[in-house]
């Protein structure tokens, strides 16, 4: 079956950094587009980040600077670096892998806490 785990997700004070990591299986991982969402208590599901399979990069105008997406094809992993955070960065994490227009995937999530 398909899955996306996500790690990486911690307490950590404004201005420190955190890598998160999405390991997937389950399907062709070197075809598929990943991207980082985030979603804050009371907020919808918000885009952060996405990679396409040639490693194109884009990220959200507002972690510009700050936030560094990647992927390993070799590991079935896509990363997200960041770096300054900020309290308004709290959110839980999620995965997501899009195959096609009409097939994507999602993972349990991880929870990024920034806090003194």
């Known amino acids: 079956q398909v899955q996306l785990v996500e790690s990486g997700g911690d307490l950590v004070q404004p201005g420190g950094s955190l890598r998160l990591s999405c390991v997937a299986s389950?399907?062709?991982?070197?075809?598929?587009?990943m991207a980082w969402y985030r979603q804050a208590p009371g907020k919808q599901r918000e885009y952060v980040a996405r990679?396409?399979?040639?490693?194109?990069?884009n990220v959200l105008p507002s972690v510009k600077g700050r936030f560094t997406i990647s992927r390993d094809n070799a590991k079935n992993t896509v990363y997200l670096q960041m770096s300054s955070l900020k309290t308004e960065d709290t959110a839980v994490y999620y995965c997501?892998?899009?195959?096609?227009?009409?097939?994507?995937?999602w993972g349990q999530g991880t929870q990024v806490t920034v806090s003194s």
């Open positions: 997501n892998a899009i195959v096609s227009y009409a097939t994507s995937f």
């Open positions: 990679i396409t399979s040639g490693g194109v990069s």
């Open positions: 389950g399907f062709i991982f070197s075809s598929a587009s």
